[in-house]
């Protein structure tokens, strides 16, 4: 084009036609393609100068213009291919294989295009049939054209690496916040005051009827407390540390209720490093303990379980209560734990807390499997 563009004769300008707005985005291609077309026409004017042809503006911007309006009309093309093909992994050999068609494609529609616009904008040295034209150019321009699509896509991929970035530092601020409002949440429900009130009174107790039981309940509501204000920024903990957080909890609940309630954990041991959200877990175990055992006048059992599956890990608190009441209003630690959730895991984690076939309460979670590095 640039030949072409050098060798052209004067004449009146061709006239361009606006369509209605297309909104933001096809203004913005629209505005890039058009300063492109100015700059490669600005150096084609330039250099004419330079060498002493003559050369009008009119002309060489119009050359240019035709190219650039052909490849602002593909670029909604590019864009498309390369939001369905991005190149990335797993695929990312794939999407290479469709944007070198794609680039090769469009490259040919560039050329034929502007082949039938040539006569018309004035361009010398065209041949006299569409097809001599589109033959010559593309003899002496495909391979200037087809690195165009690949900085179309280049452009999109790093316009979605900045988003991305962007959404992570997003979701890193909103992931702090609620894992603050989560210790708050502990402190101000799971450890309020009554609990820690009815946890001493048990120890006061014991402490006349049985003091290794007391001593023992003692250090467990230490452990519970140190864990609860420990100061780490961690939003994951191995399933193991999880798990030792919920049985010294379930030791003094298990106290208090004065042999009403029971437990199992069935965790096999390499499940321990999986990684879990910190504090993930006792809300489940107490939303199972108040429908389970708070509300009947005999025993309760609790049951806390975890699995590998593929991919994935499976924890499940279930009790043996009355079930949940129809319309029942999330609580607050249920609300929370699934809001965690979504904001570490976005669609790649399962949270359903339903009434069990056999009776009682069963809430399940559904995580991707992870280890520490």
């Not at 030949?3 to 009146?12: D, F, I, K, T, V």
């Not at 589109?134 to 280049?154: D, E, H, K, M, Q």
């Not at 048990?202 to 290794?212: H, N, W």
Request: aromatic share 6%; hydrophobic share 50%.
């Amino acid at each position: 084009m640039a030949q072409l563009a050098s060798e052209a004769h004067e004449g009146s300008p061709p006239v361009v036609e606006h369509g209605p707005p297309i909104g933001r985005r096809g203004m913005i291609i629209l505005a890039a393609w058009a300063l492109v077309a100015m700059l490669f026409a600005g150096q084609a004017w330039f250099a004419a100068q330079v060498r002493g042809e003559p050369l009008a503006w009119t002309r060489v911007s119009a050359i240019w213009f035709v190219w650039a309006a052909v490849w602002a009309a593909l670029t909604p093309i590019a864009l498309r291919l390369e939001a369905r093909y991005p190149l990335q992994r797993p695929r990312l050999l794939g999407s290479l294989a469709v944007h070198g068609v794609a680039s090769a494609a469009c490259a040919l529609v560039n050329l034929a295009l502007f082949a039938l616009a040539a006569p018309v904008i004035g361009a010398t040295q065209v041949e006299p049939t569409w097809l001599g034209t589109f033959s010559r150019l593309l003899g002496t321009t495909l391979l200037l054209n087809l690195p165009v699509y690949w900085l179309i896509v280049a452009a999109a991929h790093g316009e979605r690496l900045v988003r991305a970035a962007r959404e992570k530092d997003r979701r890193q601020l909103r992931l702090e916040a609620q894992l603050a409002d989560a210790r708050l949440q502990t402190l101000r429900t799971q450890l309020q005051p009554h609990f820690l009130f009815n946890a001493l009174n048990t120890i006061a107790v014991l402490m006349r009827e049985d003091v290794d039981s007391a001593e023992r309940i003692l250090l467990q509501l230490s452990a519970l407390l140190r864990r609860s204000l420990d100061s780490s920024e961690a939003h994951e903990v191995t399933l193991g540390d999880e798990i030792a957080f919920l049985e010294s909890y379930l030791e003094i609940e298990q106290a208090r209720f004065a042999g009403r309630l029971s437990y199992r954990i069935f965790v096999p041991d390499h499940v321990l490093e999986a990684r879990v959200p910190n504090l993930i877990l006792q809300p489940l175990v107490e939303n199972a303990l108040r429908h389970g055992l708070a509300t009947r006048a005999g025993p309760g059992h609790v049951e806390i379980k975890a699995q590998r599956q593929g991919d994935s890990l499976l924890l499940r608190v279930a009790d043996d209560g009355r079930g949940l009441p129809p319309a029942t209003t999330e609580r607050v630690g249920l609300a929370n734990t699934r809001a965690r959730l979504r904001l570490l895991y976005a669609d790649r984690q399962r949270f359903d807390v339903r009434n069990s076939d056999d009776g009682g309460v069963v809430a399940e979670i559904e995580l991707p499997w992870r280890t520490a590095p």
